[in-house]
């Protein structure tokens, strides 16, 4: 089987609420050094040390344990590469996903050789630690976890983690918590993951500092296990524009927290209306919540693509059947969103 990064619709204008973007945008303080660039800056290959002391300096940790990336989607192939490459195509190794997940995961690991051995969470999106630690073998060399998932948006139990990262030493545990923003859970700076050599968590920020069309994320692990990923990704990698807008976000705290008070506010805007028209969802610690319209599923996503509002349809994931995903972000955009999504309700009725 063939994996590929399924590819969704970029309108060209209209309310996007399909790809956990930040609509609020970035910091005015990011868009201040970027008029700041100059030709030389980018004539120029990119001096990284500020990105990287500001990185190290928010994340509270040494800069020999950051790797920065081209968007983490870079990291996640670089840990791909790094994980999986050498094990031929008789008997490739193994890396193993808990589907519904990031498609990401599974066209990096393809790509780089290996073999993809999905597991699928459990009902009502339950964590399934057994089934994943029986899915480990001697060809395991990665498995990837999303804290919280995406698109469930639900958070994986920290003890889980550090199972499976117990029951396979020899295989790389790529924790992605690119919405850890909107949840306050980390493995970094965990005394218990610290001991742990072998989890490598990848950060992103795209969604809660507003800088996706940048393309600027983070690998945090041990020395030692990000020296192989180091020799993968291509040195200059992060553009020069990103290089110089990730200090000036990081330092933008009241921006940051702005927009996650907004997301808290947008997230119970929409469990209230979703609850009032008799609508299944899940609680999420993220940007987004994921929402269960069945048969209506397909009559909302065109209904509100009408009026101009995207959203992302989540039913050929696994246990996914009739979700939609809705970016829950900028409060008055959930506020439009909700309110298209009850007139088309209303009229399916």
């Known amino acids: 089987m063939t994996y590929e990064y399924g590819r969704v619709e970029i309108p060209s204008s209209g309310l996007r609420l399909h790809l956990n973007e930040n609509t609020s945008g ?13 030709g030389e800056d980018a004539a120029f290959y990119p001096n990284y040390a500020a ?45 193993i996903v808990v589907v519904p997940a990031f498609d990401m995961y599974a066209a990096c690991a393809d790509a780089a050789g290996g073999r993809v051995i999905e597991v699928p969470l459990g009902d009502n999106f339950a964590f399934p630690l057994q089934r994943v630690l029986e899915a480990i073998t001697g060809r395991t060399r990665i498995v990837f976890l999303t804290n919280p998932n995406n698109p469930t948006g639900i958070v994986v139990p920290r003890g889980d983690i550090l199972a499976i990262a ?22 970094i700076g965990d005394a218990a993951a610290a001991k742990r050599s072998n989890i490598v968590i990848g950060r992103t920020f795209a969604k809660a500092y507003g800088l996706a069309g ?29 290089a110089v807008a990730l200090p000036a976000a990081l330092g933008d705290t009241a921006h940051h927290a702005s927009y996650l008070a907004q997301t808290r506010e947008s997230k119970q805007l929409v469990y209230t209306t979703l609850d009032r028209i008799g609508i299944r969802y899940w609680p999420s610690e993220t940007n987004f919540v994921l929402a269960r319209f069945g048969d209506h599923s397909g009559r909302v996503i065109a209904g509100l693509k009408a009026r101009g509002i995207y959203v992302r349809d989540r039913s050929a994931d696994h246990g996914c059947a009739g979700c939609v995903r809705i970016t829950t972000g900028v409060l008055e955009d959930t506020r439009t969103c909700v309110t298209a999504i009850e007139e088309v309700m209303c009229d399916a009725r």
Do not use: Q
């Open 26 to 38: 970035c910091s005015p303080a990011v868009i201040e050094v970027l008029r700041r660039t100059t």
């Open 51 to 95: 990105a990287i002391a500001a990185c190290a300096g928010h994340l509270r940790i040494d800069e020999a344990s950051l790797l920065l990336t081209n968007g983490l989607d870079e990291g996640i192939l670089a840990a791909s590469v790094g994980a999986l490459r050498g094990g031929g195509e008789e008997n490739p190794f193994e890396a």
């Open 166 to 187: 117990d029951a396979a030493p020899g295989a790389t545990i790529f924790l992605d918590e690119a919405y850890t923003d909107f949840s306050d859970t980390t493995l």
């Open 214 to 242: 940048l393309r600027i994320g983070a690998l945090v692990a041990t020395p030692e296990r990000l020296a192989p990923l180091r020799r993968v990704v291509p040195p200059y990698s992060v553009n020069a524009l990103a």
